[in-house]
């Protein structure tokens, strides 16, 4: 049987991923949010457009992001007051890839509606509706920023001088 050598973060890899890509995700989602905004306001379909593609990439990696937040999190050393974050972390993780997934769906529906009012010279507009949703979708990346925030700068999650500790017997 193979044994998975871990280095100093207890990881099979240098780094984590997780936080790499989650950050990517992250500016995605915001900077769609953004164009959306603007372009509602502004009346400019090229913003929207890029909305909507930032918005697709988004809903592809978040689930690259989810898969690789899943693997780190069964390396991490978990101890008693990490799990209540861990496992609301979690929980929110796979709520937003849902989220996103739907929305993404939705912002199709919208942009395609736009592309053919667009042809008929008849521009179309975001709903304020997808923007209170959007608006939602934001405030709750930002809850789930600060959870992750809390997992690596609090619990010290993969961070080298925790995962030596608990490797010595010394529990956080």
Not at 21 to 31: D, E, S
Not at 120 to 129: E, F, G, I, T, V
């Amino acid at each position: 049987m193979l044994a998975l050598q871990l280095n100093s973060e207890n990881l099979p890899y240098p780094d984590p991923i997780h936080p790499i890509i989650v950050h990517f995700v992250i500016a995605m989602v915001l900077f769609s949010f953004f164009c959306d905004v603007v372009g509602y306001f502004a009346h400019n379909v090229r913003l929207l457009e890029v909305g909507f593609w930032n918005m697709f990439v988004a809903a592809i990696a978040i689930f690259v992001a989810i898969i690789f937040g899943q693997l780190e999190a069964g390396l991490a050393n978990i101890y008693p007051a990490v799990q209540p974050t861990l496992n609301f972390h979690t929980v929110m993780g796979w709520s937003l890839g849902a989220m996103v997934a739907a929305i993404t769906a939705w912002r199709f529906v919208i942009r395609d509606r736009l592309l053919r009012s667009k042809r008929d010279r008849n521009p179309l507009k975001l709903s304020p509706a997808y923007l209170g949703v959007a608006t939602f979708l934001v405030c709750l990346v930002l809850l789930q920023v600060y959870l992750g925030s809390k997992l690596f700068w609090v619990y010290g999650l993969h961070v080298e001088p925790v995962v030596e500790a608990m490797r010595q017997g010394i529990s956080p």
